[in-house]
């Protein structure tokens, strides 16, 4: 079964366009890096999909259902943590993840049980009632994939999840999010990390320019082009230049 369906989707701010015609079909079981450089329209994508954004044209279904007639059903399938996800300050923990489950048609005191446990396997405990503002980023990020997690949806959609977490909280996700797609979940994984995304994910969709550039298994791609690491693959794709080394006194102009 296909969990996410792309047809012709596209959104555009102004004159600007940040996603462009993308079509694309992911099936269930499967962890998908989604790559772009800045501004190539992923977090866009994202967004469209998770009901936070209305496309301009062409539309997409989460798990069968239509994101433009859909909003709720969608909703009640996806698990989302933004990039830059924020919290209710005043809320305790506890409070915030009551919440979530309240919204997702959970029973509060079973949503309560499935935080402590998934925020003990993050090696975060006894917190639950301190301030959420009173947390750090990592701390915070930790509580919004709890949050995303809690009423076990069949698609998962991260940007930029790492951010923020320690190493030890990075391998935990990481290996977690390997085990939710071989459970049967349909997991997309936006980062600049290609190392994370090659270590752990089957497939990779590329974009640029908000157009689909590529889009298949990692092992394909790397053996399309002779092997090389997936950063030089992605700025060879994408046409950037990394850059030469430039000495500081150049970039500071000429000299001390």
Not at 120 to 130: K, N
Not at 219 to 248: C, K, N, Y
Request: net charge negative; with cysteine; aromatic share 4%.
């Amino acid at each position: 079964m296909m969990m996410l369906e792309l047809a012709g989707l596209r959104r555009c701010f102004d004159d600007v366009v940040a996603v462009d015609r993308l079509d694309l079909a992911l099936p269930a079981g499967c962890l998908v890096g989604l790559l772009g450089a800045n501004g190539a329209g992923k977090t866009t994508t994202l967004d469209l999909l998770a009901t936070l954004l209305a496309p301009t044209a062409g539309t997409a279904r989460v798990a069968g259902h239509d994101i433009r007639t859909e909003v709720m059903a969608v909703r009640r399938k996806l698990g989302y943590v933004p990039e830059h996800g924020a919290v209710y300050e005043g809320l305790t923990a506890r409070e915030y993840l009551e919440l979530a489950a309240l919204l997702h048609d959970l029973d509060p005191q079973v949503g309560l049980g499935r935080a402590e446990r998934i925020l003990a396997h993050f090696a975060l405990t006894g917190v639950l009632d301190d301030r959420l503002a009173s947390f750090s980023k990592g701390m915070r990020r930790k509580v919004l994939v709890t949050a995303a997690l809690l009423h076990d949806p069949p698609v998962l959609l991260l940007d930029e999840p790492m951010d923020g977490l320690d190493v030890a909280s990075q391998r935990r996700l990481a290996d977690l999010l390997v085990q939710l797609a071989a459970g049967g979940k349909t997991v997309v994984y936006s980062s600049h990390v290609l190392q994370q995304v090659e270590e752990i994910c089957q497939r990779l969709v590329l974009i640029h320019e908000g157009r689909l550039l590529w889009h298949g298994e990692v092992a394909d791609l790397r053996r399309e082009h002779g092997g090389a690491p997936l950063t030089d693959i992605f700025l060879r794709m994408t046409h950037q230049d990394s850059g030469s080394t430039v000495a500081w006194a150049d970039l500071l102009g000429g000299g001390a």
